[in-house]
């Protein structure tokens, strides 16, 4: 089996509906929230998963789109509505296709919004099946203004996430700095600043020791760097990289473009902590990697011709996911 641990439901965010409704949120209309018929959620995966059976992907958990999140936009009353409004289609979409996709939630996150508020939602959506949610490092669209992510102002939404154990996907979102396009940079910069803050933050999990985050594509300039971060960590004694992701707080996935750099990503991180991803047709839909021949986000082309052995390419296509997110059994068939 084969779960994709990172994909977005990009085509539904792009709804004009949905797009409209957010649009008039931030203008201060208050629009009824948009029906979107099963239709229209249907016809935008089909794409998705005409590609998902090319690649002999059998399960993806799918999350809104990363940029919509904007929770540097509105209020918290607003982000909030605009989060409901986006997992609430997650689900039917995943509801739609069983044994297709596990829902990935997104929370209505404001840097003036309480964080027990952004706990009440991991509440709920986790009681509707939701498996993990996406929590956005920065908060400023790409200014980066808040203290780092993993202080006390942040307990309840650890707690929440440990006592429901529910991983947090720590993924970027709009940056509104244009030194920082969202997918080239803003969210590699949330990639590597989320993981270095977790390597500096001294008591986060010793209080919260089962808290689990995935740090999206390849854990951002992980592979190419890890020596750095084992040097400043010892020269500053923060926890070193090995040990976050030994004591399995901390996970990557996969979606790394190329040969060289998924080789680099095997070397620099135990491969229990690899989960399988492709944000397939997200971020470059149909981009063809000359290399291949192939998409460039077919990225179980480079899982498979690497030189891991068969159980090890085995845990990162499907096993190490089920042990990361336990609630997704529920949305897997086989
Ligand atoms: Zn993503």
Known sequence: ?????????????????????????????????????????????????????????????????????????????????????????????????????APVGMLGQHPSCPSEQVAKQIERWTKEGF???????????????????????????????????????????????????????QYLVADITGFVQLMMAKDLFKDFPRLRFLIPHGGGALPCQIGRWRAIAKYNTWASPDEI?????????????????????????????????????????GVVNVETHDHYDNTRRYVDDSKLNAADKARIFAANARRVYPRASRWIQA
């Open 1 to 101: 089996m084969i779960i994709d641990s990172h994909q977005h439901f990009v085509r539904l965010a792009k709804h004009p509906e949905v797009e409209g409704f957010r649009t008039a949120q931030l203008a201060g209309k208050n629009l009824d929230l948009p029906k979107i018929s099963d239709a229209d959620v249907a016809k935008s995966l089909e794409q998705v998963i005409s590609l998902m059976d090319s690649r002999k992907i059998e399960v993806a958990f799918a999350s809104p789109r990363a940029k919509a999140m904007a929770t540097h936009e509105g209020t918290p009353e607003q982000n909030a509505i605009w989060a409901d409004l986006n997992n609430g289609l997650i689900i039917r979409a995943c509801m739609l296709t069983p044994g297709r996709f």
């Open 131 to 185: 498996i993990a949610f996406n929590f956005d490092p920065d908060g400023t669209g790409g200014r980066w203004q808040n203290q780092p992510f993993t202080g006390k102002h942040n307990y309840p939404v650890f707690e929440a996430a440990q006592a429901l154990d529910v991983p947090l996907v720590l993924h970027g979102s709009e940056s509104i700095n244009k030194n920082f396009p969202h997918t080239a940079v």
């Open 245 to 285: 992701l030994g004591n399995g707080n901390v996970f990557v996935d996969t979606c790394v473009y190329n040969d060289l750099n998924m080789q680099m990503l095997f070397d620099a991180v135990p491969l229990d902590n690899i989960l399988f991803g492709s944000e397939c047709d997200g971020a470059f839909p």
